[in-house]
């Protein structure tokens, strides 16, 4: 459900929930295991985007912790929170408000990162599945792209 | 020095009272006494009700009627206002002036009477106003209240300023409670009081601040129990490191007994198996790095891979806005920038004022929507990023190559060990000092040895991880208990503080009180056996509980068998007593003193009432039954002032007798 759209500006840090913090430091640590070990918070949030997004795990945060500077996501991760943004909103306009543009995927990263936390919590390897879904999702949106899978 | 009088009471149309009136009250040495008789409905109560209406905004002597709010019984004199029309408003006032020789002081307070209707009007008291005359000025005092508490503050004027109808009632049942308040009322304890109060209110905030739980000894215990815990798991761990070592250095002990064998094949296929070793070692590393490649491409690749179709749309958006000429070429935003800017056109002509709006007002059509330089971006970087989410998958891909012919490696690699390992155990050696088949076998025991106490170390550092984990909260919370214990001293320190000084206070306060009541007593005595007709004396005792006892000469108590008369002599008694210890040396002004009391008592009342109260100015407000002759003849000599108010109608006048 996408409000009115007010002018406003991006905020200069998105957030995630309070009580996911902890989890978000174990899953980047050094010797956790999972296949974010030794990254930044924000390629983790990254991730949880596009997997929310995907699967439509929209969640509301309960509470907010300011963690992923703005100024820390590259171009490429900008443009792709962006799109997120327009598409959910069906409307360009959108990003002419910052902070709805915040909500919107601050909303999908939450959902997604609880999908990805099961996931390094169960028994599958975490690392393959998220690298079958993502060689299976490039395949089927641009077969046409020169790249070759020997599973298949 | 002489005691404060009133010296004077002026009215204007207040009540009965039309037009201007001023009674003139000043008393002189012995005659301390002023009598103004009116038959009832004079308006001898008003003059009482004058006096209280201009110090402390009240009339306590009347009977209210209101009707829808209304007042029936209006400030305003009733004959001016029934010459009002409906909505007309009567002004009035009432002045009374203060004095012992200098200073003087002039109370008032103005009122507006508005008329709402027949027998309906609506009443209004201005803030009362003080002059003070010093010499021959006088001046305008901004703090009327002040002065008025330093002369007859509002807690004691009930006892300076009063009905004598109320002595009548004062001693029926549960008289010991209206006997405190009237020793409370003149004792000041009111600072007492508020000090008390404000002393328990912050005793309170304390008490409801103090969060300390006392579990102090529970968390320590709890935080010693898990350091216990963590130093065996710290023993437990240095002793699987230890047998770690050991069993490696028997493992290499082992190793060195094949290859310093004298026979060559078991040295050279223990030589090879050493190499398979270490280069099983490295391909378990190489895998390694190459899934934590494979992590962080993943986390590059998957944002854009999952999101590819918001960034179609988004692209489809910018082409269409494209399309409709909502995105220009920037070129085109430059040159309307420049011609504003240059303010002549690309053919030399000048840019009128209509083409500048014109210009304006395009320039603002481009900027709007979506920012220029965002859609121009944009146009060109989501295609890129795209291309950039296909390199990535390749990358991938090819990682994930690579990772299987290391794990295809790493299993060769194991085979050959084991291979190796098989042929050892079945080779017959023509070495005598050496027992392949045995080495072998314990190097079997001593590797799977190796892999379990490798496991169990990784298990342990991950328990000791949790359980500093652990020691570090517990120490967290003790020393937020600790913080509240220290806190909790501090508040039981304050709270004991406070509770004494309550104590004190009340101590206090006790002691004035027991004072105020052993001089009243005194004083009721005094008087009540100067104005009592009778010829024994009695002793009053005022107890701890405020109940007085009134005692004969065989020490009987006649409280409760007192007449009417001598009841409201006690009453009265009570109430001078309470004017002489108050403090405060104000004038009396009683309405109707002797209205119950019975013509003997009254003229030997009348005859000792001039010196019950030495150097007070009195002023009786009496009905011509209560002024009789006989009671006239006893108090003439002590008489300043004396008026008559005649009344005819709704008007009354005073008239100086």
């Known amino acids: 459900?996408?409000?009115?759209?007010?002018?406003?500006?991006?905020?200069?840090?998105?957030?995630?929930?309070?009580?996911?913090?902890?989890?978000?430091?174990?899953?980047?640590?050094?010797?956790?295991?999972?296949?974010?070990?030794?990254?930044?918070?924000?390629?983790?949030?990254?991730?949880?985007?596009?997997?929310?997004?995907?699967?439509?795990?929209?969640?509301?945060?309960?509470?907010?912790?300011?963690?992923?500077p703005w100024s820390a996501l590259t171009k490429d991760e900008q443009w792709v929170i962006k799109s997120v943004a327009v598409k959910e909103a069906d409307d360009a306009e959108i990003l002419k408000d910052g902070s709805q543009v915040a909500q919107i995927v601050q909303e999908y990263a939450n959902g997604g990162f609880e999908y990805i936390d099961d996931l390094v919590r169960g028994p599958k390897d975490t690392l393959s599945t998220l690298r079958t879904e993502v060689v299976t999702m490039h395949q089927d949106h641009r077969p046409d792209a020169d790249v070759t899978d020997d599973d298949d | 020095m002489s005691r404060i009088q009133i010296h004077s009471v002026e009215v204007k149309d207040y009540r009965q009272f039309h037009g201007k009136q001023r009674i003139e009250l000043k008393t002189d040495g012995k005659k301390n006494i002023n009598v103004i008789e009116g038959e009832n409905g004079s308006g001898k109560s008003n003059l009482l009700n004058a006096i209280t209406f201009c110090l402390y905004d009240t009339e306590e002597h009347l009977e209210e009627s209101k009707e829808e709010g209304l007042n029936v019984y209006p400030y305003g004199n009733r004959d001016k206002l029934e010459d009002l029309d409906e909505g007309e408003e009567l002004n009035g006032y009432v002045e009374v002036r203060f004095g012992r020789d200098s200073p003087e002081y002039r109370f008032k307070r103005s009122f507006t009477t508005v008329k709402k209707g027949e027998n309906q009007f609506s009443d209004a008291s201005d803030d009362l106003t003080l002059q003070r005359k010093e010499g021959s000025d006088w001046d305008i005092k901004d703090d009327p209240i002040a002065h008025l508490n330093q002369i007859l503050p509002v807690d004691v004027r009930d006892y300076y300023l009063f009905d004598g109808e109320r002595l009548d009632t004062f001693f029926e049942e549960e008289y010991s409670e209206n006997v405190k308040k009237g020793i409370v009322d003149v004792s000041h304890i009111d600072?007492?009081?508020?000090?008390?109060?404000?002393?328990?209110?912050?005793?309170?905030?304390?008490?409801?601040?103090?969060?300390?739980?006392?579990?102090?000894?529970?968390?320590?215990?709890?935080?010693?129990?898990?350091?216990?815990?963590?130093?065996?798991?710290?023993?437990?761990?240095?002793?699987?490191?230890?047998?770690?070592?050991?069993?490696?250095?028997?493992?290499?002990?082992?190793?060195?007994?094949?290859?310093?064998?004298?026979?060559?094949?078991?040295?050279?296929?223990?030589?090879?198996?050493?190499?398979?070793?270490?280069?099983?070692?490295?391909?378990?590393?190489?895998?390694?790095n190459l899934q934590n490649r494979s992590g962080d491409v993943l986390a590059e690749a998957a944002p854009i891979v999952y999101c590819y179709d918001a960034l179609d749309f988004t692209l489809e958006q910018i082409n269409e806005l494209h399309e409709k000429g909502k995105l220009p070429p920037r070129i085109q935003d430059y040159f309307i920038r420049e011609l504003l800017e240059e303010g002549e056109c690309i053919c030399g002509e000048p840019i009128e004022e209509d083409h500048e709006h014109e210009l304006k007002d395009l320039l603002e059509e481009v900027e709007q929507?979506?920012?220029?330089?965002?859609?121009?971006?944009?146009?060109?970087?989501?295609?890129?990023?795209?291309?950039?989410?296909?390199?990535?998958?390749?990358?991938?891909?090819?990682?994930?190559?690579?990772?299987?012919?290391?794990?295809?490696?790493?299993?060769?690699?194991e085979t050959e060990i084991n291979e190796i390992k098989e042929e050892l155990k079945q080779y017959d050696?023509?070495?005598?000092?050496?027992?392949?088949?045995?080495?072998?076998?314990?190097l079997d025991d001593l590797e799977d040895r190796e892999e379990t106490l490798k496991d169990q170390k990784e298990d342990i550092v991950s328990d000791i991880a949790l359980k500093q984990e652990e020691v570090d909260n517990k120490d967290e919370e003790l020393?937020?208990?600790?913080?509240?214990?220290?806190?909790?001293?501090?508040?039981?320190?304050?709270?004991e503080f406070l509770e004494q000084s309550i104590d004190?206070?009340?101590?206090?306060?006790?002691?004035?009180?027991?004072?105020?009541?052993?001089?009243?007593?005194?004083?009721?005595?005094?008087?009540?056996?100067?104005?009592?007709?009778?010829?024994?004396?009695?002793?009053?005792?005022?107890?701890?509980?405020?109940?007085?006892?009134?005692?004969?000469?065989?020490?009987?108590?006649?409280?409760?068998?007192?007449?009417?008369?001598?009841?409201?002599?006690?009453?009265?008694?009570?109430?001078s007593a309470l004017t002489s210890i108050s403090g405060f040396e104000a004038p009396i002004v009683i309405d109707t003193?002797?209205?119950?009391?019975?013509?003997e008592p009254r003229n030997r009342i009348a005859e000792n009432i001039p010196d019950y109260i030495e150097g007070t100015q009195l002023t009786f407000l009496m009905t011509d039954s209560e002024y009789t002759t006989q009671v006239e003849s006893r108090m003439k000599d002590s008489i300043s002032n004396e008026y008559l108010l005649s009344n005819s109608g709704l008007k009354t006048e005073v008239v100086e007798r």
Do not use: C
């Open chain 2, 504 to 575: 004190h206070v009340n101590e206090i306060q006790q002691t004035v009180l027991g004072e105020i009541r052993s001089q009243a007593q005194e004083k009721i005595e005094e008087y009540f056996n100067q104005l009592i007709w009778k010829d024994e004396e009695y002793e009053i005792v005022l107890e701890e509980d405020y109940t007085i006892r009134v005692l004969d000469e065989f020490g009987m108590d006649k409280i409760g068998s007192l007449s009417a008369g001598e009841k409201q002599v006690l009453a009265l008694s009570f109430m």
């Open chain 2, 191 to 288: 600072l007492l009081e508020r000090s008390e109060n404000h002393l328990k209110r912050v005793r309170d905030q304390i008490q409801d601040k103090d969060d300390f739980s006392g579990k102090e000894d529970e968390l320590r215990e709890e935080l010693n129990e898990l350091r216990d815990e963590l130093e065996d798991l710290e023993g437990d761990k240095e002793e699987i490191v230890s047998n770690l070592e050991e069993t490696r250095r028997l493992i290499k002990q082992k190793e060195s007994k094949l290859e310093d064998s004298d026979d060559k094949y078991i040295r050279s296929r223990q030589e090879q198996r050493s190499k398979a070793k270490d280069r099983l070692k490295n391909l378990r590393s190489r895998k390694e």
């Open chain 2, 369 to 413: 929507g979506l920012d220029e330089d965002e859609n121009l971006e944009g146009k060109s970087e989501i295609p890129r990023i795209q291309d950039v989410g296909t390199e990535k998958v390749s990358q991938l891909l090819d990682l994930r190559g690579q990772i299987r012919e290391v794990e295809e490696e790493i299993s060769d690699t």
């Open chain 1, 1 to 68: 459900m996408i409000d009115e759209i007010e002018e406003t500006e991006i905020p200069r840090d998105l957030v995630i929930e309070e009580k996911k913090r902890d989890r978000y430091k174990e899953l980047i640590d050094e010797d956790s295991g999972s296949p974010f070990a030794g990254q930044q918070m924000s390629k983790l949030f990254m991730v949880s985007l596009g997997i929310g997004y995907d699967q439509g795990l929209q969640k509301s945060l309960d509470s907010r912790s300011g963690s992923i």
């Open chain 2, 479 to 495: 020393t937020k208990e600790l913080k509240k214990k220290e806190k909790h001293q501090d508040l039981v320190k304050k709270l």
């Open chain 2, 593 to 599: 003193p002797l209205g119950r009391i019975s013509s």
């Open chain 2, 429 to 442: 050696t023509s070495d005598e000092d050496i027992d392949v088949d045995a080495i072998e076998d314990q």
